[in-house]
């Protein structure tokens, strides 16, 4: 591969000079086989050339997109989800954060799960992604069975004969 200053030289002593392959690549000692190559094709042939600015909009239009089906998805969650949502904006500087975190809870728990929690929060008016996933670790954690109740019966006590305790010691002190 040449660089395209080389390049350029080629293409420039065979139109303005007029010279023949031999002698361009004993000009610029090349073989004549990368001299012949490069008269039959373009330095700059099967490049991509993009705009800087082109890409840009396309990028921003793809990622709103991306954030409004996240939003749409949020809201199809449960009827208070519009309302929560509204509340995420006001108290949280990071509401999209706290909806894809939502959202990821949805896959993990599963939708129903997710809506009856937000909705729980929402009744509590705490306004997070971790308030939700606090309840959903919850209300998964399993709860112990309790063991079976153990009643004693008269006849079950062990029948021990305790001696009278010796107040005496004690009654001196109160009278001083």
Same mark, same amino acid.
């Given at each position: 591969?040449?660089? #395209? %200053?080389? #390049? ?14 031999? !002698?361009? $690549? ?5 073989? &004549? ?9 373009? #330095?700059?042939?099967?490049?991509? =050339?993009? *705009?800087?600015?082109? %890409? ?7 990622? &709103? $997109?991306?954030? !409004?089906?996240?939003?749409?998805? =949020?809201? +199809?969650?449960? /009827? !208070? ?15 999209? *954060? *706290?909806?894809?975190?939502?959202? $990821? ?9 997710? +809506?009856? %929690? ?9 306004? +997070?992604?971790? #308030? ?5 670790? !919850?209300? $998964?954690? /399993?709860? /112990?069975?309790?063991?079976?109740? *153990? ?11 305790? /001696?009278?305790?010796?107040? +005496? ?8």
């Amino acid at each position: 591969m040449i660089d #395209y %200053a080389t #390049y350029c030289q080629i293409r420039a002593l065979d139109r303005e000079q007029k010279l023949r392959v031999g !002698q361009i $690549a004993q000009q610029l000692q090349l073989d &004549k086989k990368t001299v012949r190559y490069w008269l039959q094709h373009d #330095y700059d042939r099967h490049r991509d =050339f993009e *705009h800087p600015d082109h %890409a840009r909009p396309l990028l921003e239009q793809r990622l &709103k $997109a991306r954030e !409004q089906h996240l939003l749409h998805r =949020f809201l +199809s969650l449960c /009827p !208070q989800a519009p309302d929560y949502y509204q509340q995420l904006q006001q108290r949280r500087l990071n509401a999209r *954060h *706290h909806v894809q975190k939502i959202l $990821a809870l949805v896959e993990i728990y599963g939708a129903d799960k997710v +809506s009856r %929690a937000l909705q729980d929060t929402h009744q509590y008016q705490a306004y +997070s992604c971790e #308030y939700i996933a606090n309840i959903l670790e !919850q209300r $998964a954690r /399993p709860i /112990p069975e309790p063991g079976a109740l *153990h009643l004693t019966r008269a006849c079950d006590l062990l029948e021990l004969d305790l /001696p009278q305790p010796d107040l +005496s010691v004690y009654e001196g002190q109160v009278l001083k």
